[in-house]
Nanobody, 117 residues
Framework: QVQVAESGGGLVQAGGSLRLSCTASGRTVGTVAMGWYRQAPGKEREFVATIRWAGKGTVYADSVKGRFSISRELVQNTVYLQMDSLKPEDTGVYYC??????????WGQGTQVTVSS
């Protein structure tokens, strides 16, 4: 069974930075992509960024382009999200998603990010 665990959330002032990490354990073969989603209070979960395991192709939500950067470590099956120039509207619970072949998806429990103004 795959377990997905996030870390690195916290409280930061607007303009600051945080780095989130996520490791998918239990299965290191067959990873297709890993990514990040977030959910603000009272809102639906939304896409933030994703990276493909083969080729390192990345996709970002328009709201984070130029401020967030996603990267991965193949051997450790880990994905990172470097968040710079944080804004209060970036506040929310950040969830990691791991996609495996064939068609399996696993989610982490989430890590809280709070940006104060």
């Amino acid at each position: 069974q795959v377990q997905v665990a996030e870390s690195g959330g916290g409280l930061v002032q607007a303009g600051g930075s945080l780095r989130l990490s996520c490791t998918a354990s239990g299965r290191t073969v067959g990873t297709v992509a890993m990514g990040w989603y977030r959910q603000a209070p009272g809102k639906e979960r939304e896409f933030v960024a994703t990276i493909r395991w083969a080729g390192k192709g990345t996709v970002y939500a328009d709201s984070v382009k130029g401020r967030f950067s996603i990267s991965r470590e193949l051997v450790q099956n880990t994905v990172y999200l470097q968040m710079d120039s944080l804004k209060p509207e970036d506040t929310g619970v950040y969830y990691c998603k791991a996609d495996y072949h064939p068609g399996k998806t696993y989610w982490g429990q989430g890590t809280q990010v709070t940006v104060s103004s």
